[in-house]
Each structure stands twice: as structure tokens, then as C-alpha cells.
């Protein structure tokens, strides 16, 4: 059976986990079956179904390992995609019929620099989890022409590397 949802994905602070909770909010009031999967280990979800954190931290990366915040949030990523079994068989948990908002984490590095999150992306799709992204940039970006034009092109680059149907957010 197919999965449907959606790849909460955008720079950090840009409201996508706001979102994520709005959203799952808004279902669970409509009486449907929604599930958030919390990807992003440097924050702890507790609305969260499936929750990366469970797996590696992203403090205890930059301890035990003397890396900085970006630098631990590539191993973890990749950490995440050598136990991606991990993820599928705590996702095969949740009913089929339950809609997935995936709360991605927001550096840039991850999407540009990286293929870890296309490589994840793919792996879900490839077990039959259709998602769409929604893209989001911080709304005071938007009173600066050159700002706005840098995170447009900074998620133009994200929509292709991912190639989901996507829906850009100003939040």
C-alpha cells in the first residue's frame, strides 16, 4: 500500500517545525490519522511518532566526536541513512492509512553540499512513501531583494536535488 506525505524542509528557524505541529494539530481536529517524523536530531519533538533522536543526538555528536553543529549534523544524517532499516521499520509501525509530515533539519549543507537527505528522500519513495516538500523561507528575507533572491535560489537548488512536487512557504 502507498503512504502519502509531505517533507517539511526550509532554512533553520524558518518555522518548519511550527508548521509540522500545525499541521498535525489540524488533522488530529478534523479526526484524521497524522504522524509526525521528527528527522532532525538537534531537536526533540514530543508530538513526534518516530523521532531521529532516539538514534543519535546531535549533542552527543559534537561531544563525543569534537565536531561543530554542522559537521554533527552530517554524521548524524549519515548515521541515519546506514540505519535507514531503523527508520522503514519504525514508520512500518504507524497504520498505512496515517498521513507523515517528515520534519526535516534546515542546514543548507544537507541539501546543496550533501546528498544524504536526496538519498533518504529516495529511500522512502522507493518504499512506496509518495511525499510532496514544502519549502520554507523566513518572511523578513523578503524585505531585502538580495536576500530573497539568495534563499529562492537556495531552495531552487533544494527542489531539484530532491525532485518532489514542492509548495514554496514565506513563514
Not at 508548521?19 to 531537536?43: E, M, R, S, T
Not at 543519535?56 to 561531544?63: F, I, K, N, P, R
Amino acid at each position: 500500500m502507498v503512504r502519502f506525505g509531505q517533507a517539511v524542509v526550509g532554512a533553520p528557524g524558518a518555522g518548519k517545525s511550527t508548521y509540522a505541529k500545525a499541521v498535525f494539530n489540524h488533522l488530529i481536529g478534523q479526526n484524521k490519522d497524522v504522524a509526525i517524523i521528527n528527522l532532525d536530531p538537534a531537536v526533540s519533538f514530543a508530538e513526534a511518532r518516530v523521532d531521529i533522536c532516539t538514534l543519535v543526538e546531535h549533542a552527543d555528536v559534537m561531544e563525543e566526536l569534537s565536531l561543530g553543529p554542522n559537521g554533527a549534523l552530517v554524521y548524524c544524517m549519515e548515521l541515519l541513512l546506514e540505519n535507514i532499516d531503523w527508520l522503514l521499520t519504525e514508520i512500518e509501525k504507524i497504520p498505512k492509512s496515517t498521513y507523515l509530515v517528515f520534519d526535516f533539519p534546515g542546514q543548507a549543507e544537507l541539501y546543496s553540499v550533501h546528498d544524504c537527505v536526496e538519498k533518504l528522500v529516495f529511500q522512502l519513495q522507493k518504499n512506496h512513501i509518495r511525499l510532496c516538500a514544502v519549502y520554507f523561507t523566513e518572511a523578513r528575507h523578503a524585505a531585502d531583494a538580495h536576500l530573497f533572491t539568495a534563499a529562492l535560489l537556495a531552495t531552487l537548488s533544494s527542489m531539484l536535488r530532491l525532485a518532489l512536487p514542492a509548495v514554496n512557504a514565506v513563514f
